[in-house]
């Protein structure tokens, strides 16, 4: 099996590092993009809701839970990967419109010829800054800004800022919300001033995740949901306690307590996220 993938795996140089397009040996048509031997996206072709990695399920849950079922969205994708998750709303809410922005061109091209999407007027995906584009983007233009934006496995700086969470909250309609991919590890400062920080703009919010991860003890994917109005945070709850890998949801006076008096970033003392941990990303390869 491991000599079959080594020999099917596409391989090239793009903007941002070393990409690998490797075939699932599990599900035919199915590939994970790696980014320098960091997981970035998990594609299934003939299937885009199969959902393989957990914190992508939960961005998921979140999209089915904030409007009715199948009703269309206006979507603003931040990181683009493969496309995983605008796969999954072009297949569950036909109709909407989305837009994707993914800073490196080589990495667009790459998925495009060797993983396409299926034709649809209202995905478009442009290469461009993710902070560019929300600035130039017009007021209460989309219900979901999504955020999942890594170089070299970590956030940028400027995309954790008060200053940027701004330009999200500006974007979004008065009902819309903002969903984050945030990755940290112990003792979780990062994901302490990024709660702390989207909720001085979007003060309604929750957090959801593996419970190792909420609790600091290992590194992982915790999914942030904010906006003007109140997640729903009870069906958001039943959905991770029946995900595959069990999370839980923070929200209310539990989430106060997460984000721990953590002071709000600001562009001037910007940071990128919390590396992961060395060789965590190389089990299997």
């Known amino acids: 099996m491991g000599r079959k993938r080594a020999a099917d795996t596409v391989a090239a140089r793009v903007d941002t590092g070393q990409a690998e397009l490797v075939p699932d040996p599990d599900r035919p048509g199915s590939w994970t993009l790696l980014l320098d031997g960091a997981p970035q996206s998990h594609v299934d072709l003939a299937d885009p809701t199969h959902l393989e990695f ?18 269309p969205l206006r979507v603003l994708h931040l990181g683009g990967g493969a496309l995983t998750l605008p796969r999954y709303v072009a297949a569950t809410r036909p109709g909407s419109t989305q837009r994707v922005v993914e800073v490196d061109g080589a990495l667009v091209e790459l998925v495009r010829r060797a993983l396409p999407w299926p034709p649809d007027p209202r995905l478009k995906v442009r290469v461009a800054d993710a902070r560019a584009v929300l600035a130039a983007s017009r007021d209460a233009s989309y219900d979901v800004v999504l955020a999942d934006v890594f170089a070299g496995a970590r956030t940028p700086a400027h995309l954790t800022s008060v200053e940027y ?9 008065p009902a819309g919300f903002h969903l984050a991919n945030v990755a940290d590890g112990p003792p979780l400062c990062h994901a302490r001033a990024q709660v702390a920080t989207v909720r001085s703009v979007l003060p309604r919010a929750c957090l959801v995740g593996d419970a190792a991860v909420l609790r600091g003890r290992r ?12 997640p729903p945070v009870p069906q958001l709850t039943r959905r991770a306690a029946g995900d595959w890998f069990p999370g839980r949801v923070l929200a209310g006076e539990e989430l106060d307590r997460f ?27």
């Open 54 to 71: 957990e914190y992508v399920r939960r961005l998921a849950a979140a999209i089915d839970l904030l409007a009715p079922a199948g009703a």
């Open 165 to 173: 969470a701004a330009e999200v909250a500006r974007v979004l309609r």
């Open 219 to 230: 590194y992982g994917n915790l999914v942030l949901v904010a906006g003007r109005v109140e």
């Open 259 to 285: 984000a721990g008096g953590a002071a709000v970033v600001r562009d001037v003392d910007a940071t990128d996220s919390t590396p992961p941990p060395p060789g965590i990303f190389s089990v299997g390869r």
